[in-house]
């Protein structure tokens, strides 16, 4: 019984959940990887790429949280956020053209953090110039606005007329060949950020030692899966700081605002704030962790090409973060691990799964020869063999019907009605359930499951 | 917006007016650099104009006609329906797999006619298809395109649109998202992901228009697209404004409770409505495959935010906004090669409907009136 109490009691604290949730999705990664007969380097692997999707969709999820869930604003174009803040960031950090290397076209060499800066501003710059029409209208017109920005930002990379230029470098006005690389991509070819980070904060000898630990283990090049462990862990990191952001941010008098924007506008205008200003304010701030996040993805992989930023990524997000609730930092942390564990990466890990237990053949090019034989003499392998080669697409099949249903039977999210309200000090009385709390301030779950408020939260999201 | 005006007074109104009269300025000079063009230093020839115009107008009219059903579901159900673009896919691949069967019957295994040559099974220029060369297979694509996205759109009106129809417009705006992705990519999975040739593209009729210095070329394929464009337009035309339906439609948008208590049948006002959005978008879809010549699972999501564009230009709910708001979104994203690389041609399209909800959020058609 008191266990079973004090379990409970524990759930209730959100750090406990998503670690729980983490825990679970490692054990079940894992299990499968045994299950493979994964080696010790391929299971390090598949736990590594899975911290990194992990991380890039919980912080994804929470900076989409900031423009959505506290203040309601309707934003799909995510990707055109994050493609400014990594193109940017590649623009100001690639080294100067003719420093050696194959890029066909450099930067203004300078460091890799000026680059990350770079990106955020003009990413926060875009979300002013998106948000300044668009504020002023309905909200499926700042959905609209939004998607089609980010469309142009990729038309914009992808146009042979900003593959390459001249841009001055110097004071004295020389120029340097700079670009975008159009549609063939650009090299990311500065420095490995990881290890500068690591050499910056002295950590290099720390660092060596991990390889070199690991390296007893997996004798054969165990550089590649530290590194990628690493920058995994880096990456959960800037996800706990995105959290802590985002909690002060929301618990601050400026993000009581923007919630009051969330649940009624015209009331928040009544009592007197700018509310434009604050809606401004918050776009900018979400853009600009949206264009870190672009470039968190991207400055590792070695080149990035305008069609990775296609408006499907945006839905990833949205699906990350309906998955998990809007209106709360826990829940976009959640749904984010969740969406990258089981609909993101989960479909090819059970292609692998399947195929290396299974070993089947070699399945049919197209739906025709896949369907003939179940038609013809009711031979279902061959059909069974192009869906599990079909993964790729049938996975987003998968993600489109999981936001239907959860659109019909669980609009609010996994963890229920969690949006923190707008006042400052607990609305209801807080019996036998306050004290176990943290003392950071009011527990968003005690506030919300107020039945009354919840309605009205769940209410005040139409049109404006 | 009127609370808006009165709060900020003034001074929006002059920053309204500075904007929208930069925005004119901005088109005035893009007319007078035209004109230059034509008439004075005649870097422009008529016939290149002549020529984009009336690829913008082809472009504009399948914008429009698609553009009719979105409008109609906007201002009627309340929300932005994602999923439309490939309602135009579904619509399209529906109607080839008809006209690839009827052309191609006896040629090839009944199978690949079926799935359109997925994977390169059959060749639509090897069918020899064409408005000319194999009438009856285009008109009974064009019937079953209507049909099959009528019966789609009813389908998912009722599976997936009407348990949540009191919700707002931004819950159905997310479940249309997903519906999109799941028929786009259940499309991808039946039919591949090959884009393919379509039509015999060298033997389709055309005659040259002669046009100041030079030719404008006008084929068979332009002619189907607008007089079956045309006629359906003027066909909506007629049915919403001679038929109780028209105005039952336009009650509805104005404010369903009031529409409901005066008895009108809001159920089944929302069940023509998807009927004729669905059919129109169905064949808008075939008749731009005929025109393009080639058929891919993007092509209706890649058609939608123009036909978003065309929609929020004319007036969200008013069919002739839709239709106005299509020609000028075509001829926009057309003519401005002229001045701009044509990668930015889409662009510029996004660009003119955020200028509109800029200088005149209410479309150019002002106001919710369907029909």
Redo the contacts between chains.
């Keep these: 019984m008191s266990t079973v109490d004090s379990a409970r009691r524990l759930w209730e604290a959100d750090a406990v959940k998503i670690l729980v949730v983490l825990l679970a999705i490692y054990a079940a990664y894992l299990l499968s990887g045994l299950v493979l007969g994964y080696s010790l380097r391929g299971q390090l692997n598949s736990l590594a790429s899975l911290t990194f999707y992990i991380g890039v969709f919980a912080t994804l999820a929470l900076a989409l949280n900031l423009h959505w869930g506290y203040t309601g604003l309707f934003n799909i174009g995510v990707v055109g956020f994050m493609a400014v803040g990594i193109y940017v960031m590649a623009f100001v950090s690639k080294p100067l053209y003719g420093s050696g290397g194959a890029a066909q076209v450099g930067g203004l060499g300078l460091p890799i953090p000026v680059g990350i800066l770079a990106g955020m501003t003009a990413a926060a710059l875009l979300g002013f110039v998106v948000a300044l029409p668009a504020l002023r209208l309905r909200a499926d017109y700042l959905a609209i606005v939004t998607i089609a920005m980010s469309e142009i930002v990729r038309f914009t990379f992808l146009s042979s007329t900003f593959q390459q230029f001249q841009f001055p470098h110097t004071l004295a006005g020389d120029t340097t060949r700079v670009g975008f690389g159009g549609g063939s991509g650009l090299i990311l070819d500065f420095p490995d950020p990881l290890l500068t980070l690591i050499d910056a904060l002295g950590l290099a000898n720390v660092y060596d030692g991990l390889v070199s630990l690991v390296g007893t283990v997996v004798p054969n090049n165990p550089d590649p899966i530290v590194h990628s462990l690493v920058y995994g862990v880096v990456l959960l990191g800037i996800v706990a700081g995105y959290f802590w952001l985002l909690k002060r941010t929301g618990e601050s008098p400026f993000g009581r605002v923007l919630k009051a924007i969330r649940e009624d506008e015209d009331v928040a205008r009544a009592l007197g704030k700018n509310t434009g200003r604050f809606k401004i304010t918050s776009f900018m701030l979400g853009c600009a962790l949206m264009g870190l996040v672009g470039i968190l993805w991207l400055m590792g992989q070695g080149a990035v090409t305008p069609n990775f930023f296609r408006p499907r990524l945006t839905f990833f997000v949205w699906i990350a973060l309906i998955i998990g609730g809007a209106g709360s930092n826990t829940g976009s942390v959640i749904g984010g691990a969740l969406f990258a564990a089981v609909l993101y990466q989960g479909p090819l890990y059970f292609q692998n799964l399947v195929t290396s237990v299974l070993q089947p053949g070699d399945a049919p090019g197209s739906f025709g020869p896949a369907v003939a034989p179940l038609v013809a003499n009711l031979d279902p392998v061959p059909f069974l063999l192009y869906t599990l080669d079909s993964v790729r697409q049938l996975q987003l099949v998968v993600m489109g019907v999981v936001l239907v249903w959860l659109m019909h039977n669980r609009p609010e999210g996994m963890l229920g009605h969690r949006k923190e309200t707008a006042a400052a000090i607990p609305l209801v009385g807080r019996s036998e359930r306050g004290e176990g709390d943290d003392g950071n301030g009011p527990a968003p779950d005690a506030v919300a499951t107020d039945p009354t408020l919840a309605g009205d939260a769940s209410g005040g999201e139409t049109d404006e | 917006?009127g609370?808006?005006k009165s709060?900020r007074g003034r001074w929006r109104l002059t920053a309204d007016r500075v904007l929208a009269a930069v925005f004119v300025a901005v088109g005035l000079l893009f007319l007078v650099d035209l004109f230059w063009g034509l008439l004075i230093s005649g870097s422009i020839a008529f016939s290149r104009l002549g020529t984009l115009v009336w690829d913008g107008v082809m472009r504009g009219l399948v914008v429009g006609l698609a553009g009719i059903g979105l409008s109609m579901t906007y201002s009627i159900l309340n929300?932005?329906n994602f999923s439309h673009g490939d309602y135009i896919t579904s619509g399209a691949f529906a109607g080839w797999a008809t006209t690839y069967l009827i052309a191609g019957l006896g040629r090839a295994d009944i199978?690949?006619l079926l799935?359109v040559g997925?994977?390169g099974?059959v060749l639509g220029g090897a069918l020899g298809i064409g408005v000319t060369t194999t009438p009856v297979a285009v008109v009974a694509g064009i019937v079953v395109a209507g049909v099959v996205t009528v019966l789609l759109a009813l389908a998912l009106d009722r599976v997936?649109y009407k348990?949540?129809r009191s919700?707002?417009?931004?819950?159905l705006?997310?479940?249309s998202?997903?519906?999109?992705?799941?028929?786009?990519?259940?499309i991808?999975?039946?039919?591949?992901?090959d884009v393919r040739g379509t039509t015999a593209a060298g033997s389709i009729p055309q005659i040259q228009l002669y046009f100041v210095d030079g030719a404008v070329r006008i084929d068979a394929h332009d002619v189907t697209l607008l007089a079956v464009t045309a006629g359906l337009m003027l066909g909506v035309h007629f049915l919403l404004q001679m038929t109780k339906l028209g105005k039952a439609m336009r009650a509805m948008s104005d404010d369903e409770d009031l529409a409901r208590i005066t008895g009108i049948p809001t159920e089944r006002v929302v069940r023509a409505t998807w009927i004729i959005g669905g059919g129109l978008t169905g064949v808008a879809g075939y008749v731009f495959v005929l025109w393009k010549g080639t058929l891919g699972f993007n092509d209706g999501w890649l058609l939608l935010?123009l036909i978003?564009?065309a929609v929020?230009l004319g007036g969200i709910g008013s069919i002739y906004g839709a239709i106005a708001g299509g020609l000028v979104i075509g001829i926009t994203a057309s003519v401005s090669v002229l001045w701009i690389?044509s990668?930015?041609s889409?662009?510029a399209a996004?660009?003119v409907?955020?200028v509109i909800?800029?200088v005149r959020?209410q479309g150019l058609f002002s106001g919710r009136s369907t029909a």
Excluded: C
Aim: charged share 5%; aromatic share 14%; proline share 5%.
């Design positions: 917006m609370l808006t709060l929300f932005a199978g690949s799935l997925a994977g099974s997936v348990p949540i919700e707002s417009g931004i819950t705006l997310i479940t998202i997903g519906v999109a992705f799941a028929l786009r990519y259940l991808q999975f039946v039919f591949g992901s935010l978003f564009a929020i690389p990668a930015f889409r662009a996004f660009v409907m955020i909800l800029l959020p």
